[in-house]
């Protein structure tokens, strides 16, 4: 028995809908939809192991703003986006905030660290 | 909330707080009292802005006399004591078919009997000397000179903050729940505590029935009659001078297009008889109907550059199609205004004037406060300055350099100004009505967070508690990652 | 009043004002001032804290504020003077700037060049006309945007989102990743006018639905908002009789476009071009009125900030030419028209001869999407150029680089079309 999965490609704005057929073991035995190389590539990854930046906000105290924008500084896991979500939650920082400074480094184990995205002085 | 007062007001609309201002001049102690956290929430928010010349209401009507009267008080007294945007642009009423004529000199016939002064009809090239982008079919108008433009929320707040300072109370979330006819005195029970009055005046607008009904007079109904407007932005280059009016018709008064005090067009109001006082919703149809009834005087109107669509209900009393003002024969002490229906913005001043008078009749004699002052300066109008008085007045206060709206050029000095006054600004809305920002193209998108963050300093609220109209109507839910932190809790409850 | 004379004066501290003072600057002009409204610089990219800017410019995939904050040091380190807090009340046609903030007081400063900076909008709910009641918790998608990532509030929990442009799909995520509930997005287009990216990742990646040629009818709700009535549209956009249903929500966040904000330049009589709602402008980015520039979002809203900077550096450039002695102007002026499938194109005319210019670049947007098109640059009949592309649409810009050998003096207009491959 196989099973069609459908993925939209986001390599360019193009946009296909491409299709995966994948077999009883989890092989990916053909795909179809796609209009380029690049489109392949992409499809396989987001079916086997898909990934996302994860761009939010923590928590500051005596900031110019109450809270800093953040990012992973790398593709993370897609079903852990909650998750890291609630753990970002729990951060509180102190101002003054720089870009880069690690806020949460290895989140979830992901190896992935949460970094800031701006420079916050204090008030 | 105090207990006692001779004079109660109920309702802190345009025409409870011009009766508060004009009692306010005798030894007397006042007290209004409005429901909403804001005044001029009701009939007076949404209406058309007019000081009428007189010449379309009945001169056998409360209405004919008293809205002659009211243009007269605004021309001798308001515009001078009071600090409000009123301007004599004129109005016209512009006739298109032949057919149209005859109701025109009616109007003229009606207006001279009710003693408004300098009417005439202009004919020809004359009609487009005063309104040049009217409609290029226009055949006759009727011409009111005193017909006037008013700004109905700057002119209430000014009301009743000069109220305030000759020594009357204001309060605000002091809802009317019930009333008890105590002979003598009647015992007023607000949300905000109870109160003894000698004389009661129910101002209550579109509640008016029901606060009669609470002291057991049911001799009047009011019926809530809808009227939809579009609002232009200042930039539309829509050019309009004066107050344009069709001719009436017997099933509608037509569709009006004026200027407003700050240089909008607003076009409106249809009318329509609904059911319910809250229904303040605009619709398709209505809208549509304001659209194409202003289009037949000026045609260059369209969809773009409006700002802003609302709706007003009219407090009518559709039995007598008139006002009513006058002491209760079954419940002394208890004077009803009611259905203060159109023409009751222009007529607003006589109103009060003739509460001052039943009052006299009722106590037997007043006493005038030598004190009364009755002039008010309402906050500055940065936007209407030169940049040399702009320059003057940031030196003398340095909110005056912060700008806190960019459509409409308004500092925080100003907010704060609004929120200071005796009767201060509470609500979001009450601040852009009485120092606008928000009233411009953007609509609040970049200056309402600020807004938001000045009420809750000044009124040592967190910012989750400021409301943008009445108490319920929150701004805000919750600070930015406290959902996720509960839901962390509650799956750690489980 | 606080009299003040500066060489160039850049009115907003956005990304466009920001890379037009750094050009100008590193064209050598020194006596600059940027005039910022908020407390801070860089801009609406200081709440637009989601990734996807700069793979054109840095060929790195930034955040907003990183995109700002590089920006932002370089303008520091070059010494260019800056307000904050500081509202530009006037520019005058003479170039005097008036602008006030609480420590100055009004400031009048006399300008030789000017350039134009402010941004734009956000189309509001009255501009797109949804009748119905007026309650709290109807916002635009940038103020609901400004009070989640900068001030730290939530607007609501039950979210609908009408409009499904970039800052409406980044929205929906950014409201369901802070723990509020996204009932839909709504388009009223049959086609989406952000990038595909983000509908996989901002509403895909969450299951909440993007439904095309639907529209907001209705606002319900007396206090605070508590449903809207939706409606199927038909091709002209007008709703369905018989297709309305309600969605219960708190909050609806409009995302329905961008108008640029050009109070300012037509005070200081700049002309205005119907189209972009921006002002008319040559290759250089100066208005009608000399030595007055305009570049970025009040010139003609663009999809990305790469192209904000590329636009702006040439502003700033050009600016720098003119306080340095002037700009060549080529005999005849090039009027550049948008042919078939062409919404509009920046610049509106190629009118300096620039000495050491290798390549004009044309911005422009379709108005139709379209795969596997060619697009055509006329002079008169005669075709000069094409270029082949997967795929148009008009939510996103294109560019279209003419090089500078192929403008000659005897040209009068070049006409720009987009038409099928082959055709």
Not at chain 1, 12 to 17: N, R, S
Request: charged share 30%.
């Amino acid at each position: 028995m196989s099973e069609t999965v459908e993925i939209t490609c986001i390599s360019c704005p193009m946009g296909c809908d491409v299709e995966l057929e994948v077999n009883e073991d989890d092989d990916i035995v053909d795909i179809d939809g796609n209009s380029c190389q690049a489109g392949i590539e992409y499809v396989k990854n987001e079916y086997r192991n898909p990934t996302r930046i994860l761009p939010t906000t923590a928590r500051v105290k005596g900031g110019v703003l109450p809270l800093v924008p953040v990012k992973t500084d790398e593709p993370m896991p897609k079903g852990l986006l909650d998750e890291a979500m609630e753990e970002i939650a729990k951060v509180e920082l102190e101002a003054p905030v720089e870009l880069g400074d690690v806020v949460i480094e290895n989140i979830l184990d992901t190896g992935v660290n949460i970094v800031a995205t701006r420079d916050l002085p204090k008030k | 909330m105090k207990d006692k007062t001779d004079i109660l007001i109920i309702g802190g609309g345009v025409t409870g707080c011009f009766a508060a201002r004009e009692l306010s001049r005798y030894d007397l102690d006042i007290t209004l009292v409005e429901k909403e956290p804001s005044l001029c929430t009701g009939t007076t928010k949404a209406n058309t802005a007019l000081i009428h010349a007189g010449f379309n209401a009945d001169p056998d009507k409360l209405k004919g006399r008293l809205n002659m009267r009211g243009n007269q008080l605004y021309h001798e007294r308001i515009q001078h004591e009071l600090d409000v945007p009123i301007e004599w642009l004129g109005a016209l009423v512009v006739a298109k078919e032949e057919e149209k004529l005859p109701k025109l000199e009616e109007l003229l016939e009606k207006g001279q009997e009710n003693g408004v002064p300098d009417l005439e009809i202009v004919k020809g090239d004359d009609i487009y000397d005063l309104e040049p982008h009217l409609a290029d079919d226009a055949i006759a108008a009727l011409h009111a000179p005193t017909a006037g433009i008013v700004n109905p929320f700057e002119l209430t707040v000014a009301l009743a903050n000069n109220a305030a300072m000759n020594g009357a109370d204001v309060y605000l979330e002091a809802g009317v729940e019930d009333i008890e006819d105590k002979g003598e005195t009647k015992l007023v029970k607000t949300a905000k505590g109870d109160i003894e009055a000698n004389i009661v005046i129910n101002a209550a607008g579109l509640y008016a029935d029901k606060i009669a009904n609470m002291v057991g007079i049911d001799k009047f109904e009011i019926t809530p009659r809808r009227g939809e407007y579009y609002l232009y932005d200042k930039q539309a280059d829509i050019d309009v001078q004066t107050t344009v009016f069709p001719v009436p018709t017997k099933v509608s008064k037509g569709i009006v297009v004026t200027p407003t005090d700050e240089g909008n067009v607003l076009i409106g109001p249809n009318a329509e008889v609904i059911e319910s006082v809250e229904n303040k919703s605009t619709t398709r149809e209505g809208l549509d109907e304001v659209l194409n009834g202003a289009q037949k005087t000026i045609p260059e109107l369209s969809k773009r550059n409006v700002i802003k669509e609302f709706a007003g209900l009219r407090p009518a009393i559709t039995e007598t199609g008139d006002f009513l003002i006058e002491a209760s024969d079954e419940v002394p002490g208890f004077i009803n205004v009611a259905g203060i229906q159109s023409p009751g913005l222009a007529s607003a001043p006589a109103i009060a004037e003739k509460v001052v008078g039943i009052v006299k009749e009722e106590i037997g004699g007043l006493r005038e406060d030598p004190d009364f002052d009755p002039n008010y300066e309402g906050p500055p109008k940065f936007r209407h300055m030169s940049h040399e008085e702009q320059a003057k007045l940031v030196e003398e206060d340095k909110n005056y350099g912060q700008i806190i709206c960019r459509c409409e050029s308004v500092t925080k000095g100003e907010i704060l100004e609004a929120i200071r006054e005796p009767v201060g600004a509470r609500t979001v809305n009450d601040i852009k009505r009485r120092v606008r920002p928000g009233s411009g193209r953007c609509q609040g998108g970049f200056c309402e967070p600020k807004v938001v963050n000045i009420l809750s300093e000044e009124l040592g609220i967190p910012e989750d508690e400021v409301v943008l109209e009445s108490k319920e109507s929150k701004l805000l839910r919750e600070r930015t990652k406290e959902p996720l932190l509960n839901e962390e809790e509650v799956s750690d409850n489980e | 009043m606080n009299k003040q004379e500066y060489e160039l004066v850049v009115v907003g501290g956005g990304p466009a004002g920001l890379a037009a003072a750094q050009e100008a600057y590193d064209q050598g002009v020194r006596d600059i001032l940027i005039l910022e409204r908020d407390f801070e610089l860089g801009g609406i990219l200081q709440q637009c804290i989601h990734n996807g800017f700069g793979l054109h410019y840095f060929g790195e995939e930034l955040t907003g504020p990183e995109y700002a904050q590089q920006f932002m040091e370089n303008v520091r380190e070059r010494g260019v003077d800056i307000k904050l807090d500081t509202m530009v009340l006037e520019v005058t046609p003479e170039k005097d700037v008036y602008a006030i903030n609480s420590d100055d007081g009004m400031l009048y400063i006399d300008a030789e060049a000017v350039i134009l900076a402010m941004g734009c909008r956000e189309r509001t709910r009255e501009a797109i006309d949804i009748p119905g009641t007026r309650p709290a918790g109807v916002y635009s998608a940038g103020t609901a945007q400004r009070y989640v990532n900068m001030e730290q509030w939530i607007p609501g929990e039950k979210v609908v989102i009408l409009g499904s442009g970039d800052i409406g799909l980044i929205m929906a995520r950014r409201m369901h990743l802070e723990g509020a509930e996204v009932e839909a997005v709504l388009e009223i287009m049959p086609f989406s006018g952000g990038l595909v990216r983000n509908i996989v990742q901002c509403l895909d990646d969450f299951d909440i639905p993007l439904r095309m040629q639907q529209t907001v009818t209705e606002i319900h709700g007396k206090d605070r908002l508590e449903a809207v009535t939706v409606a199927e549209v038909d091709d002209n956009m007008q709703p369905i009789p018989g297709t309305e249903y309600k969605i219960e929500c708190d909050t609806l966040l409009l995302s329905v476009g961008l108008i640029p904000e050009n109070e300012l330049s037509k005070d200081a009589g700049v002309k205005m071009h119907d189209v972009t709602g921006g002002p008319i402008v040559n290759e250089g980015r100066e208005t009608n009125i000399e030595g007055i520039f305009a570049c970025g979002n009040v010139l003609h809203v663009h999809d990305l900030v790469d192209w904000v900077t590329e636009e702006s550096l040439v502003a700033g450039k050009t600016a720098a030419n003119y306080l340095q002695g002037g700009i060549d102007k080529r005999e005849q002026e090039i009027e550049v028209n948008p042919g078939e499938n062409v919404g509009y194109i920046v610049p509106q005319k190629i009118t300096n001869d620039v000495e050491d210019r290798k390549l004009v670049d044309l911005y422009m947007r379709c108005k139709k999407p379209m795969e596997h098109v060619t697009i055509n640059l006329y002079s008169g009949d005669k075709k000069l150029l094409d270029k082949n592309e997967r795929r148009v649409e008009p939510g996103e810009m294109i560019t279209f680089p003419v090089p500078e050998q192929m403008i000659s003096d005897d040209m009068d207009s070049l006409k720009v079309d987009i038409v099928k491959e082959g055709e």
